[in-house]
């Protein structure tokens, strides 16, 4: 029987790229860490032991101390035991475990934040688990149905949910058949054949060659011209996106290098621009053919191409839902935040811990998510504590932290949550930090210096000059 004076801690971990980890203590995120500022190798993943040491040592405790665990991996359900992913983990067969699907994660990361009680939630990335692995597939409607044995080979391009009385309804999900990245042909996704998110991952592998390099391809748009490339991207019907690929042979020049990218700008800012303008236009229509399928005033957005400002400024003006929530950690990253908040809602079903259950399920009415919906008001102020402060000593010595303490406090010991609240005729975005005072401050101070030293450099010019 449990001690009823001892903690719960439900442990959510994820194992794809941008692994993470986070600690929730009696409810609440307590510590939360991306293994890249371990390993300070960004976009590290795989095996998640090193994001997992980092939260149990920051609470001192240990693994049995744990009362579950919930885990998301991109591919694969993690169905031949904990013990090891890409190397030996830390679980041993005592510890509760629940592993859950890509998109379902997502959703609940939306859920957790937003301000809002009831809601659709929309979740669009590159690729999602297999339809063989998806644990909500069986609640909602499928746009795609193949055969049992090929179901494996059918992934999660985007899912569409409502919440309402505590509870999350599948109300649609679609998937792709897998692609022909392993051929690495330009400008053909990666992953799965026709998901938005995948062909913006592959343009930007174009023009920059990353992996990771999606957020360029959106800054790099706007210095491209109109007109250059007018053909269609997508073909968009029967509520879905599908890729075209009778375009991908005009493209023949992936850059190779920054020299490369330097000579022949507006060549790649051109495709960037035509590119951004093609997936606005892919997103906008799922989003609203998503509205028709279960109408809402309210929709939390997450997902890689959530990340998408510039589309989702359109989504706030052409798009028929009055308000609008975007999770500001739409990508994977945030999944070792939501995955524990998922435990909540989906213990009671895998036979987990009903206390945990219980525990996490009173995140989403927390007196600490609160959204100031009053229009009078100038801020519309959602605010998420999370705490992730560093142990001591947990960083190598051979690998310094880049910038001053100060900045990494700013990174490290609170997250900023952006809040879009649109209101009747007068759409706005509202962004809170909780550590916006120390920023500014920080900000102002570097400023300050950057102007003493200019000051300095012209007197002492004048000076000479004079002599």
Request: hydrophobic share 35%; net charge positive; aromatic share 10%.
């Given at each position: 029987m449990r001690n009823q004076g001892k903690p719960i801690y439900v442990l959510g971990t994820h194992?794809?790229?941008?692994?993470?980890?986070?600690?929730?203590?009696?409810?609440?995120?307590?510590?939360?860490?991306?293994?890249?500022?371990?390993?300070?190798?960004?976009?590290?993943?795989?095996?998640?032991?090193?994001?997992?040491?980092?939260?149990?040592?920051?609470?001192?405790?240990?693994?049995?101390?744990?009362?579950?665990?919930?885990?998301?991996?991109?591919?694969?359900?993690?169905?031949?035991?904990?013990?090891?992913?890409?190397?030996?983990?830390?679980?041993?067969?005592?510890?509760?475990?629940?592993?859950?699907?890509?998109?379902?994660?997502?959703?609940?990361?939306?859920?957790?934040?937003?301000?809002?009680?009831?809601?659709?939630?929309?979740?669009?990335?590159?690729c999602g688990n297999s339809m063989d692995d998806c644990i909500d597939v069986d609640q909602g409607v499928a746009l795609e149905n193949p055969p049992a044995h090929l179901r494996h080979l059918y992934f999660e391009k985007d899912s569409y949910y409502q919440f309402a009385g505590n509870k999350l309804t599948t109300v649609v999900k679609d998937f792709s058949e897998w692609g022909t990245g392993i051929k690495g042909y330009p400008m053909h996704p990666t992953t799965t054949r026709h998901s938005i998110g995948g062909l913006y991952l592959a343009a930007s592998m174009y023009v920059f060659s990353g992996f990771e390099d999606p957020g360029k391809l959106m800054g790099l748009a706007p210095y491209g011209m109109a007109g250059v490339y007018d053909f269609a991207m997508f073909d968009l019907k029967d509520g879905r996106a599908f890729v075209r690929y009778d375009w991908m042979s005009e493209f023949k020049k992936p850059c190779h290098s920054w020299t490369e990218l330097?000579?022949?700008?507006?060549?790649?800012?051109?495709?960037?621009?035509?590119?951004?303008?093609?997936?606005?236009?892919?997103?906008?229509?799922?989003?609203?053919?998503?509205?028709?399928?279960?109408?809402?005033?309210?929709?939390?957005?997450?997902?890689?191409v959530a990340l998408n400002a510039v589309a989702n400024a359109r989504i706030i003006k052409e798009t028929k839902f009055k308000n609008l929530y975007i999770q500001p950690a739409a990508a994977d990253k945030a999944s070792r935040s939501d995955v524990p908040t998922t435990a909540g809602w989906k213990s009671s079903r895998k036979n987990a811990s009903n206390t945990a259950a219980r525990c996490i399920s009173e995140r989403a009415t927390q007196p600490s998510l609160t959204c100031c919906r009053n229009t009078k008001e100038k801020c519309g102020a959602h605010r998420l504590p999370i705490t992730s402060r560093r142990p001591r000593n947990s960083w190598p010595k051979e690998k310094p932290l880049v910038g001053s303490r100060t900045e990494l406090s700013l990174v490290q010991e609170r997250w900023d949550i952006a809040v879009f609240s649109p209101i009747r005729g007068k759409r706005r975005c509202v962004i809170s930090s909780t550590r916006g005072s120390s920023f500014v401050k920080t900000f102002v101070l570097s400023l300050l210096r950057c102007w003493k030293k200019i000051a300095q450099s012209i007197l002492i010019v004048t000076t000479t000059v004079r002599t």
């Amino acid at each position: 029987m449990r001690n009823q004076g001892k903690p719960i801690y439900v442990l959510g971990t994820h194992l794809s790229h941008d692994g993470s980890a986070c600690l929730l203590k009696d409810g609440r995120i307590c510590v939360a860490i991306e293994k890249e500022r371990i390993t300070r190798r960004k976009h590290a993943g795989g095996n998640d032991t090193d994001a997992i040491k980092y939260c149990l040592d920051f609470e001192g405790i240990s693994v049995r101390d744990l009362d579950l665990v919930v885990q998301n991996a991109n591919f694969g359900m993690v169905e031949q035991g904990n013990s090891w992913w890409g190397g030996p983990r830390v679980f041993d067969e005592n510890v509760p475990m629940v592993t859950i699907s890509h998109h379902l994660a997502h959703a609940y990361s939306a859920i957790g934040t937003a301000p809002f009680d009831e809601m659709t939630v929309l979740t669009i990335d590159g690729c999602g688990n297999s339809m063989d692995d998806c644990i909500d597939v069986d609640q909602g409607v499928a746009l795609e149905n193949p055969p049992a044995h090929l179901r494996h080979l059918y992934f999660e391009k985007d899912s569409y949910y409502q919440f309402a009385g505590n509870k999350l309804t599948t109300v649609v999900k679609d998937f792709s058949e897998w692609g022909t990245g392993i051929k690495g042909y330009p400008m053909h996704p990666t992953t799965t054949r026709h998901s938005i998110g995948g062909l913006y991952l592959a343009a930007s592998m174009y023009v920059f060659s990353g992996f990771e390099d999606p957020g360029k391809l959106m800054g790099l748009a706007p210095y491209g011209m109109a007109g250059v490339y007018d053909f269609a991207m997508f073909d968009l019907k029967d509520g879905r996106a599908f890729v075209r690929y009778d375009w991908m042979s005009e493209f023949k020049k992936p850059c190779h290098s920054w020299t490369e990218l330097k000579a022949n700008f507006q060549y790649y800012a051109d495709i960037a621009y035509w590119v951004q303008k093609e997936v606005e236009r892919a997103i906008l229509y799922v989003i609203n053919a998503r509205y028709d399928a279960c109408p809402s005033e309210n929709l939390a957005y997450t997902g890689g191409v959530a990340l998408n400002a510039v589309a989702n400024a359109r989504i706030i003006k052409e798009t028929k839902f009055k308000n609008l929530y975007i999770q500001p950690a739409a990508a994977d990253k945030a999944s070792r935040s939501d995955v524990p908040t998922t435990a909540g809602w989906k213990s009671s079903r895998k036979n987990a811990s009903n206390t945990a259950a219980r525990c996490i399920s009173e995140r989403a009415t927390q007196p600490s998510l609160t959204c100031c919906r009053n229009t009078k008001e100038k801020c519309g102020a959602h605010r998420l504590p999370i705490t992730s402060r560093r142990p001591r000593n947990s960083w190598p010595k051979e690998k310094p932290l880049v910038g001053s303490r100060t900045e990494l406090s700013l990174v490290q010991e609170r997250w900023d949550i952006a809040v879009f609240s649109p209101i009747r005729g007068k759409r706005r975005c509202v962004i809170s930090s909780t550590r916006g005072s120390s920023f500014v401050k920080t900000f102002v101070l570097s400023l300050l210096r950057c102007w003493k030293k200019i000051a300095q450099s012209i007197l002492i010019v004048t000076t000479t000059v004079r002599t």
